[in-house]
């Protein structure tokens, strides 16, 4: 695990490097995006390198992470409403070439199993963008899921209902109970993995992720196993770490060539 600390104008930067060289390789990549308020900078920047040329979507398939389950087609914080708003709104992507997991079908489990096989038939991930949970999470996946997890049904934590509560004009109980997301399993299948967290509402998540034991009880800690992963945080989330100066040093005398 490679941990960045640095801005997020510069994280962002750095990611949208990432992905236009994946998408200049190869045009038909997949794409794994995230919702929440972390990510926006970096598709912001996506939007602004399609404007001026220096990348194209146009024939990238995207897979969403998570979705909550009951929200009706065209809702504010529907998940698909929110990726189409703050990423595929802002780049050429085809919108249906944008993929979730359909969280009101009337057969749930059926659903996930569907979003699985829709995964694999497009060859998998290739970048997933992720952010963190205040307790840990990844996707939805939230404290005690199994880190052989695939898409399932979840129940949010008290915790992310009070964490997401800004999205519904501050009211707990209007964000939903249930989601549909991407498992760790699933997560762990993509071939890197970007995760970014700003904050000191973070640093704690962000702690136990570099830091910790792998642990069901902070399931981004399976992060730990993959081969590929690229964690950007501020000082703020950093705060925490033990190794804090050791990623700085490293990172400033990373060789020019090697990108993230
Ligand atoms: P945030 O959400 O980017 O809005 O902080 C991250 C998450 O809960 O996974």
Same mark, same amino acid.
């Given at each position: ?165 800004? +999205?519904?004009? @501050?009211?707990? $109980? *209007? !964000? ?8 760790? &399993?699933?997560?762990? =299948? ?7 967290? +700003?904050?000191? @509402?973070?640093? $704690? *998540? !962000? ?8 642990? &069901?009880?902070?399931? =981004? ?14 000082? *703020? ?24």
């Amino acid at each position: 695990m490679e941990v960045v600390i640095t801005t997020p104008p510069q994280a962002a930067s750095l990611v949208a490097d990432a992905v236009t060289a994946i998408f200049r390789g190869r045009p038909d990549a997949v794409l794994g995006v995230a919702t929440g308020s972390t990510p926006v900078l970096v598709y912001d920047e996506l939007g602004r390198r399609v404007e001026r040329g220096e990348l194209s979507l146009a024939r990238a398939r995207a897979f969403m992470l998570d979705e909550y389950v009951g929200l009706p087609e065209g809702h504010p914080e529907r998940y698909r409403t929110v990726i189409d708003r703050d990423f595929a709104s802002k780049v050429d992507i085809d919108p249906a070439n944008v993929h979730g997991p359909d969280g009101l079908a009337e057969d749930l489990p059926a659903a996930c199993a569907a979003y699985e096989a829709a995964i694999q038939a497009a060859g998998g991930v290739d970048l997933q963008l992720l952010g963190i949970g205040s307790d840990g999470h990844v996707a939805f996946n939230e404290p005690g899921s199994s880190l052989a997890s695939r898409t399932r049904i979840k129940s949010l934590t008290r915790q992310t209902r009070e964490d997401n509560a800004r +999205f519904f004009d @501050g009211d707990t $109980e *209007a !964000v939903p109970r249930h989601c549909l997301t991407q498992g760790v &399993a699933t997560i762990l =299948a993509a071939r890197h993995l970007v995760l970014m967290a +700003f904050g000191k @509402g973070k640093a $704690e *998540a !962000v702690h136990h992720l570099a830091e910790g034991p792998v642990s &069901a009880m902070w399931p =981004a800690t399976a992060l730990q196993l993959h081969p590929h992963v690229t964690v950007f945080v501020d000082d *703020a989330a950093a705060s925490r770490l033990q190794l804090g100066d050791y990623y700085r040093e490293t990172f400033q005398a990373k060789p020019s060539w090697q990108g993230i």
